[in-house]
T-cell receptor
Framework: AQSVTQLGSHVSVSEGALVLLRCNYSSSVPPYLFWYVQYPNQGLQLLLKYTSAATLVKGINGFEAEFKKSETSFHLTKPSAHMSDAAEYFCAVRGLRTNAGKSTFGDGTTLTVKP | DGGITQSPKYLFRKEGQNVTLSCEQNLNHDAMYWYRQDPGQGLRLIYYSQIVNDFQKGDIAEGYSVSREKKESFPLTVTSAQKNPTAFYLC?????????????FGEGSRLTVL
């Protein structure tokens, strides 16, 4: 079975500050890991993904995430928050052998950016 | 532009009525999915389909039904048996055989039961 835990349902940062959104996963096989972003009343968009090619993954809008197998973590970071980063962020896991695409999502973290 | 189109974006329903949410994709993806989103609960899988004329139940299939008669279409019916249907519904697709396995989402349909 696979699962994802996002620590902190709400994170608030000041504009220009570091953004850190935490994600820990559980998977019986080496996983694919994803971060998605959702703006109000919209669908999810892919920010970045880990597919075992490199442990440090760079995504869109200046976000990056590091896969740490020993800690079963895939935390999302951005050096300097912008007002436009305010949204809900979801971490998701998908097992290599489950090509049916049954991605498992965390409960989400709402990021607020203060001016 | 390739993508996933969901309609309607907003829908109101009286208790006891069935409603059907449309999902169409022109990405030529084999796999399609329906998720339900409630505040603070992330996304939960309702049904998924890997190929035409085949689909499987997800984690919360009770009170829902789907069909997959065409590759590009995967409509979801919310039946009167669904006890708490008010939610935001998301349709997604992905190409089977793609190593990365990311999902492509539509804009969602918000269903409110009056």
């Amino acid at each position: 079975a696979q699962s994802v835990t996002q620590l902190g349902s709400h994170v608030s940062v000041s504009e220009g500050a570091l953004v850190l959104l935490r994600c820990n996963y559980s998977s019986s096989v080496p996983p694919y890991l994803f971060w998605y972003v959702q703006y109000p009343n919209q669908g999810l968009q892919l920010l970045l993904k880990y597919t075992s090619a490199a442990t440090l993954v760079k995504g869109i809008n200046g976000f990056e995430a590091e896969f740490k197998k020993s800690e079963t973590s895939f935390h999302l970071t951005k050096p300097s928050a912008h007002m436009s980063d305010a949204a809900e962020y979801f971490c998701a896991v998908r097992g290599l052998r489950t090509n049916a695409g049954k991605s498992t999502f965390g409960d989400g973290t709402t990021l607020t950016v203060k001016p | 532009d390739g993508g996933i189109t969901q309609s309607p974006k907003y829908l109101f329903r009286k208790e006891g009525q069935n409603v059907t949410l449309s999902c169409e994709q022109n990405l030529n993806h084999d796999a399609m999915y329906w998720y339900r989103q409630d505040p603070g609960q992330g996304l939960r899988l309702i049904y998924y389909s890997q190929i035409v004329n085949d689909f499987q139940k997800g984690d919360i299939a009770e009170g829902y039904s789907v069909s997959r008669e065409k590759k590009e279409s995967f409509p979801l019916t919310v039946t009167s048996a669904q006890k708490n249907p008010t939610a935001f519904y998301l349709c997604a697709s992905s190409p089977t055989g793609l190593v990365s396995g990311e999902l492509f989402f539509g804009e969602g349909s918000r269903l409110t039961v009056l």
